[in-house]
């Protein structure tokens, strides 16, 4: 990671591919997938790997991304802006899977994408008596409110062997 020269590697190797997969036939067959697994996404990150992201499914090319944070996405090269190498990652990968995360904006972003659902909130009154203590009142009331389907506490405390799935509108734990 800390080696210039393979990470200039690395991502001359992903060029390679990207040209290996668009000089194939496509007009005959469906042709092989090609499936890139690229750990550490924030080291490939370069014109070339974005493109990769956008044409990719066109030219029978999967690109698995590993990231730890939305953070490691916008440390990127100074000549791309930060937050088009988020909006490329994110809207060009349709399957997401997070595992228990420690940066709170990425839980929150992701509790953002698992949508929204319709939960119960009981209110109750509290009467204080003439000897100043706290009692409930008998009558309660029940209103209804929206929240994340997968709140931040739940994915920041995500076990070891939890993830989340976000594929477009759908959520599972």
């Known amino acids: 990671m800390r080696n210039a020269k393979i990470v200039r590697m690395q991502r001359m190797l992903l060029v390679k591919i990207i040209q290996l997969c668009e000089e194939r036939d496509r007009t005959g067959a469906k042709p092989r997938p ?18 990769s992201l956008g044409a990719a499914r066109d ?5 698995i991304l590993a990231h730890q944070s ?20 994110m ?8 595992y228990r995360v420690e940066d709170p904006l990425t839980a929150e972003w992701m509790a953002r994408k698992s949508g929204r659902i319709l939960v119960d ?14 009692t409930l009142h008998p009558e309660r009331q029940i209103r209804q409110a929206e929240r994340f389907f997968f709140d931040e506490n739940m994915i920041l405390n995500l076990h070891k062997s939890q993830a989340m799935r976000s594929e477009e509108h759908t959520s599972e734990l």
């Open 34 to 51: 090609v499936c890139a697994v690229l750990d550490e996404a924030k080291y490939h990150i370069s014109k070339p790997f974005l493109e």
């Open 59 to 63: 030219k029978g090319l999967h690109v």
């Open 70 to 89: 939305l953070a490691d996405l916008r440390d990127c090269p100074a000549d791309l802006n930060a937050d088009a190498v988020v909006g490329a990652v």
């Open 91 to 98: 809207e060009n990968c349709a399957l997401k899977i997070i």
């Open 121 to 134: 909130d009981e209110v109750r009154r509290v009467i204080k008596n003439s000897a100043l203590s706290e």
